[in-house]
């Protein structure tokens, strides 16, 4: 029985070692961990100078909007280009372009005057650029990982990615306030960089069938929509990913930063600490999946941490203190990061491999087509004269309902084991 027990406490220590020995997954992780911190940069200082700087708050929905459509027009033609070309060399452009559009508002800021203009301009490219990388970033780790270590690895990228919105918005936040703008341009198209560097080091196997490059983009697009809809899994759950972000993220991105300003009373550090908090939150959460590497009623799992996920984020609206907000955002990263990364990990072992840019980027077209009307209908009710507690409010509330429903309404995402 002892000997069991020390079997079982060295599993996932063993299983996280053999990905550490794999050479592909530590140069992704390492260019997943510069890219993450650049843009968590990048955003945490273009949401603050909007909102101290200019003092457009209200306006902040525009900017996400202005990244939002084109990332949203052309994901699915990214899952098709990822499908048919090295997914690391789309990452490769694609990050260098973000840190060329980086480097123009740099210099646009030293020699010229930032407006909301200039980020929605400089958004629209930047979503362009999103909608590549993200459908080559979220379909390349099948390529690199074993299915059975898919799990760990999800978990481990993932909470490199939270990290960085743990320390990236807190070090943005320092240099806001002992420094400039500037300053935190530059080490963004530094990491950007870098992480280019990094991805060109991985080796990709030779590509299966050459008849998916003979095909054109319009048929290779029409072949993932109908690989889709013959499973009634993924289909329900693109159907739950586009209706939980249309009630989370316009909220939550426009929400933070303004209950920082007006609710806590509070400065750059403290919207730092807020976005960090929650991202830390997702972080553990990732750390709590692969420990407990969850086989057995899986959508029952998720249906509970997304419901958690929504109570949390409805308590956070009703704290007063600073670290009240940091408990509630942090266990809702927590709830939301332990339904998440299990779903993910299911579609990377199940889907064909063929098929896993176009389906990856079906997924992460369904999370963002409702999010540019999320950031509209966010933006429209501060313009109409709703506080920003009564929208973080409602976004909470339709979050749980929504959740109960598919609980109740919804036997294929609940029987899901």
């Given at each position: 029985?002892?000997?069991?027990?020390?079997?079982?406490?060295?599993?996932?220590?063993?299983?996280?070692?053999?990905?550490?020995?794999?050479?592909?997954?530590?140069?992704?992780?390492?260019?997943?961990?510069?890219?993450?911190?650049?843009?968590?940069?990048?955003?945490?200082?273009?949401?603050?100078?909007?909102?101290k700087?200019?003092?457009?708050?209200?306006?902040?929905?525009?900017?996400f909007?202005?990244?939002?459509?084109?990332?949203?027009?052309?994901?699915?033609?990214?899952?098709?280009?990822?499908?048919?070309?090295?997914?690391?060399?789309?990452?490769?452009?694609?990050?260098?372009?973000?840190?060329?559009?980086?480097?123009?508002?740099?210099?646009?800021l030293?020699?010229?005057?930032?407006?909301?203009?200039?980020?929605?301009?400089?958004?629209?490219?930047?979503?362009?650029?999103?909608?590549?990388?993200?459908?080559?970033?979220?379909?390349?780790?099948?390529?690199?990982?074993?299915?059975?270590?898919?799990?760990?690895?999800?978990?481990?990228?993932?909470?490199?990615?939270?990290?960085?919105?743990?320390?990236?918005?807190?070090?943005?936040?320092?240099?806001?306030?002992?420094?400039?703008?500037?300053?935190?341009?530059i080490?963004?198209?530094?990491?950007?960089?870098?992480?280019?560097?990094?991805?060109?080091?991985?080796?990709?196997?030779?590509?299966?069938?050459?008849?998916?490059?003979?095909?054109?983009?319009?048929?290779?697009?029409?072949?993932?929509?109908?690989?889709?809809?013959?499973?009634?899994?993924?289909?329900?759950?693109?159907?739950?990913?586009?209706f939980?972000?249309?009630?989370?993220?316009?909220?939550?991105?426009?929400?933070?930063?303004?209950?920082?300003?007006?609710?806590?009373?509070?400065d750059?550090?403290?919207?730092?600490?807020?976005?960090?908090?929650?991202?830390?939150?997702?972080?553990?959460?990732?750390?709590?999946?692969?420990?407990?590497?969850?086989?057995?009623?899986?959508?029952?799992?998720?249906?509970?941490?997304l419901?958690?996920?929504?109570?949390?984020?409805?308590?956070?609206?009703?704290?007063?203190?600073?670290?009240?907000?940091?408990?509630?955002?942090?266990?809702?990263?927590?709830?939301?990061?332990?339904?998440?990364i299990?779903?993910?990990?299911?579609?990377?072992?199940?889907?064909?491999?063929?098929?896993?840019?176009?389906?990856?980027?079906?997924?992460?077209?369904?999370?963002?087509?409702?999010?540019?009307?999320s950031?509209?209908?966010?933006?429209?009710?501060?313009t109409?004269?709703?506080?920003?507690?009564?929208?973080?409010?409602?976004?909470?509330?339709?979050?749980i309902?929504?959740?109960?429903?598919?609980?109740?309404?919804?036997?294929?995402?609940?029987?899901?084991?």
């Open positions: 029985m002892e000997e069991l027990q020390q079997n079982q406490k060295l599993s996932v220590p063993l299983l996280s070692a053999s990905l550490f020995r794999n050479s592909n997954f530590l140069y992704l992780w390492a260019a997943t961990l510069f890219s993450s911190f650049a843009l968590a940069f990048f955003m945490f200082s273009q949401t603050w100078y909007i909102v700087t200019l003092d457009l708050e209200a306006s902040l929905g525009l900017v909007l202005a990244s939002s459509v084109p990332r949203l027009i052309f994901m699915i033609v990214g899952g098709a280009v990822a499908d048919k070309f090295p997914k690391k060399n789309i990452m490769f452009f694609s990050n260098l372009i973000r840190a060329i559009l980086v480097g123009s508002i740099l210099v646009w030293l020699f010229g005057h930032i407006t909301l203009y200039t980020f929605m301009l400089f958004a629209l490219f930047f979503g362009l650029a999103d909608a590549f990388f993200w459908s080559a970033d979220g379909s390349i780790l099948p390529e690199l990982v074993k299915k059975d270590k898919l799990t760990q690895a999800n978990s481990i990228t993932q909470m490199t990615n939270q990290s960085s919105l743990i320390l990236g918005p807190m070090l943005a936040g320092v240099i806001i306030k002992v420094g400039d703008y500037e300053t935190i341009f080490i963004t198209i530094v990491m950007l960089i870098i992480s280019a560097i990094l991805v060109q080091y991985i080796q990709m196997e030779a590509q299966k069938g050459e008849q998916q490059h003979n095909k054109d983009m319009l048929t290779s697009i029409k072949e993932g929509i109908l690989y889709v809809k013959q499973s009634p899994f993924l289909t329900t759950l693109l159907i739950c990913s586009a939980l972000n249309f009630f989370l993220i316009g909220p939550m991105q426009i929400g933070f930063p303004i209950f920082v300003k007006t609710v806590l009373h509070g750059s550090l403290h919207f730092s600490y807020l976005e960090g908090s929650a991202g830390g939150g997702m972080a553990v959460g990732a750390i709590l999946v692969a420990v407990l590497n969850i086989r057995k009623h899986r959508g029952w799992f998720c249906i509970i941490m419901f958690l996920s929504g109570v949390s984020f409805l308590l956070l609206n009703y704290t007063e203190t600073l670290w009240q907000a940091l408990l509630a955002a942090s266990i809702f990263g927590i709830t939301l990061a332990m339904a998440a299990p779903l993910m990990s299911v579609i990377q072992s199940t889907v064909q491999e063929d098929m896993m840019g176009r389906v990856m980027s079906l997924l992460m077209l369904s999370s963002m087509g409702l999010i540019p009307v950031y509209a209908g966010a933006s429209l009710l501060l109409l004269g709703l506080s920003v507690l009564t929208i973080m409010k409602l976004g909470a509330i339709a979050l309902l929504f959740v109960l429903f598919v609980s109740l309404r919804v036997p294929t995402v609940r029987t899901f084991d």
